[in-house]
């Protein structure tokens, strides 16, 4: 059955993938953004789906200040994507990172339970955990978050857990590292990053290398929330799933990016610089529960993302890699957002 699903954050870099996706599959879909990067997301989609208009409704506001009982009106279904994302970006201003990752958090998990949605998906991160030894860590593990933009992912997920899913019927995601090409795009994460690197300079910077960094194709990641929104409540309500695909270290995603661009591209040799770091966060998570309880794997790689990224920028889509609406913090430092 067609689901009335809002998307909170539904015009960010996952959210400008997901939508489309939820709109093919005949869902309606609300959509609840600042639309800091831009109110054309989704201009190109509805261009060639004139169809899905009548199911798309998008709302400009600040989760911190607007009627999210009103959003929420008629929706069976809750997609909580809106965040001040990545450590860097959180670090700018962390006050602005509080009030709309935790403070605000809590006004939109308490509208959807006086609205009584039926289902509310949160999006965390896989950084929860921290830095940990074991090759695999799954979902059962501690966390122990080293950021304020993982320790307060960390305080949503306390905070949920904390409902009853009779009154509001959770689950929770922890997303390894978004990659690969979306309509609002993001070149301010790792994959991203050393790929238009490549592409635009013939040479790639790796600060350290050792790191393991979990990553997942944006189109993994998008498919899993739209088979959230149909799964039965009993497979899913009120449980925890990591979302990941193959763990790669920094030094391997270089040496996948230079192989690929010189095969396709026909390039010279891709130039890897190696910088000392005091940064060897790493991060190795395990998808074997959300495997064998929803039959949900990764079903592209880091090699997909990297291929994705250079046909968009071959195709003229990504005309200048440097402009400020790629990177969060450029955008938010222009806007003065507070």
């Not at 109110?39 to 911190?64: A, N």
């Amino acid at each position: 059955m067609p689901k009335k699903i809002l998307v909170v954050g539904g015009a960010g870099y996952v959210g400008s993938a997901l939508v489309p996706k939820l709109l093919d599959a005949g869902h309606y879909v609300r959509v609840l953004d600042t639309f800091w990067f831009g109110e054309d997301v989704f201009d190109g989609y509805l261009s060639t789906h004139p169809e899905s208009q009548k199911l798309f409704c998008p709302l400009k506001g600040d989760i911190r200040t607007f009627d999210l009982e009103a959003a929420m009106g008629g929706i069976d279904t809750v997609i909580h994507l809106a965040c001040i994302s990545n450590d860097p970006s959180f670090e700018l201003t962390p006050s602005l990172g509080r009030s709309i990752n935790y403070d605000a958090f809590l006004k939109v998990i308490a509208a959807a339970r006086e609205k009584k949605v039926e289902r509310f998906i949160f999006a965390s991160s896989s950084s929860v955990y921290g830095v940990k030894n074991t090759p695999d860590v799954t979902e059962e593990m501690s966390l122990e978050p080293l950021t304020d933009y993982s320790k307060y992912k960390a305080f949503c997920e306390m905070e949920l857990r904390m409902i009853p899913t009779d009154l509001l019927p959770w689950v929770i995601i922890r997303p390894a590292t978004v990659c690969g090409y979306a309509p609002r795009l993001r070149l301010d994460l790792a994959v991203n990053i050393l790929t238009m690197a490549a592409l635009t300079k013939g040479k790639i910077t790796v600060f350290g290398g050792s790191q393991m960094r979990p990553n997942i194709h944006i189109d993994d990641i998008t498919n899993l929330y739209v088979q959230l929104v149909e799964e039965p409540d009993e497979k899913i309500i009120g449980k925890t799933f990591n979302a990941g695909g193959v763990n790669h270290s920094i030094d391997t995603i270089a040496m996948l990016i230079s192989g690929i661009i010189k095969q396709c591209n026909k390039a010279k040799d891709i130039e890897i610089e190696k910088v000392p770091t005091n940064d060897l966060r790493s991060y190795h998570i395990s998808s074997e529960k959300i495997r064998h309880e929803l039959g949900w794997q990764a079903k592209y790689g880091v090699q997909d993302a990297i291929v994705h990224l250079m046909k968009a920028f071959n195709a003229g889509l990504i005309p200048d890699p440097s402009h400020p609406k790629y990177s969060n913090i450029k955008t938010m430092q222009i806007l003065k957002v507070q």
